[in-house]
């Protein structure tokens, strides 16, 4: 018996394309941080094109959306603070200050 050659190696081939990262996904994870409603909206914007393209970012834009949407409540909430806390502390020192009698 008669020692046969080696298989021949396969042919290298080309890794297959990486999917084109959607831009408006890219602009709304960026956008969550610096203008959190622009987050929301390019976020959502870039769902529905990832959705009916196939491109990639979908975990970026979902991120980018859901940030936004918790940079944004956080916003309001310090806002509102804003406002009614010191309605509040100056309610309160008006009742305390007319319930001190006059000399």
């Known amino acids: 018996m008669t020692d046969a050659p080696p298989p021949a190696p396969a042919p290298y081939s080309a890794a297959p394309a990486a999917k084109p ?15 959190a ?3 929301i909206i390019c976020g ?3 769902l529905g094109q990832i959705k009916k393209t196939g491109e990639g970012g979908q975990p970026l834009a979902l991120w980018g959306t859901i940030l936004g949407y918790v940079f ?3 916003w309001i909430l310090i ?4 406002i ?3 309605m509040i ?5 008006t009742a305390i200050l007319s ?5």
């Open 21 to 35: 990262t959607n831009t408006l996904a890219i602009i709304a994870l960026i956008g969550a941080f610096v203008f």
């Open 37 to 39: 409603p622009a987050g």
């Open 44 to 46: 959502h914007i870039a």
């Open 72 to 74: 944004t409540a956080l």
């Open 79 to 82: 806002m509102v603070f804003a």
């Open 84 to 86: 009614v806390l010191p």
């Open 89 to 93: 502390i100056l309610g309160s020192s």
């Open 99 to 103: 319930n001190i009698p006059n000399y």
